[in-house]
């Protein structure tokens, strides 16, 4: 292919390219950053009223916040939970107790509701 005919193949390319409109970034704003966690592996909202729970890994516990930031309840007994999933309907929160191979379900305070799992023989 030519110079030439390449350049009028792209010329309407670029032109276009040059005349657009750049769409206006997305901005974030942050509203809270909490601290004191070594390895949050997951983090469920609760849609009804913005609170959420962490699965602090490392720390072996599961911790409770409110919509602000503001801790609710943080609990051990935990060995390295991977995993939590709010229930909207009752805010009760499910977590994947990795080691226990353990599936606990905590009450809205943080009261445990169930356990299930563990070494099946």
């Known amino acids: 292919m030519t110079v030439r005919r390449l350049l009028f193949t792209l ?3 670029l032109i276009l390219c040059l005349s657009a409109t750049p769409a206006p970034a997305e901005t974030v704003t942050e509203v809270w950053r909490g601290g004191g966690f ?3 592996h997951s983090v469920s909202v609760n849609p009804t009223d913005g609170s959420c729970w962490v699965a602090d890994y490392y720390h072996n516990q599961v911790v ?3 919509e602000d930031g503001a801790e609710l309840w943080r609990g ?3 060995s390295l939970p991977r995993s939590v999933s709010v229930n909207a309907t ?3 929160c499910w977590v994947a107790d990795g080691n226990n191979d353990d599936v606990v379900h905590l009450a809205e305070d ?3 509701l169930s356990r299930a799992g563990g070494d099946v023989t």
Do not use: R, V
């Open 38 to 40: 070594d390895g949050p």
């Open 11 to 13: 010329t309407p390319l």
């Open 76 to 78: 051990g007994g935990f």
């Open 110 to 112: 943080g009261s445990e």
């Open 90 to 92: 009752d805010s009760s």
């Open 64 to 66: 409770h916040l409110a």
